[in-house]
């Protein structure tokens, strides 16, 4: 079985917060033929976060689970620190394969879907 976390930076407003659940409720239908199970987790400023979610996710035991950062670009929180974090649950659960995806900019072809997005708002 494979597992994808879906990791947001999260918000003090929780409105926000409720937003990145709300989406990923709309995108995990279209992947979950690859991915078996779908959680989203917090970074900071919301709950739950990625320490809880992926102790939850281990536990099922998962062949693997592909961690997508939700942010813009490869800052601070994509480079070191959600590393960091799976690095930890990497040597308590080394069955399991961990693998992080680019942010959003590092995507193949996102600056077609943002300039086709564009165009389509602006038609």
Do not use: W
């Amino acid at each position: 079985m494979k597992a994808i976390l879906f990791i947001s930076h999260g918000s003090r407003n929780k409105s926000s917060n409720k937003e990145i659940e709300i989406f990923f409720k709309k995108l995990y239908p279209k992947i979950n033929h690859i991915f078996q199970k779908g959680e989203v987790a917090f970074l900071e400023f919301g709950s739950p976060n990625i320490e809880e979610t992926l102790e939850r996710l281990c536990i099922i035991n998962p062949s693997s689970i592909v961690i997508f950062p939700y942010f813009l670009m490869n800052g601070v929180h994509v480079q070191k620190d959600i590393p960091e974090i799976i690095e930890s649950f990497k040597k308590r659960f080394n069955k399991i394969n961990f693998s992080i995806l680019p942010a959003i900019t590092g995507l193949k072809n996102i600056d077609d879907f943002i300039a086709d997005s564009i165009l389509d708002a602006v038609a």
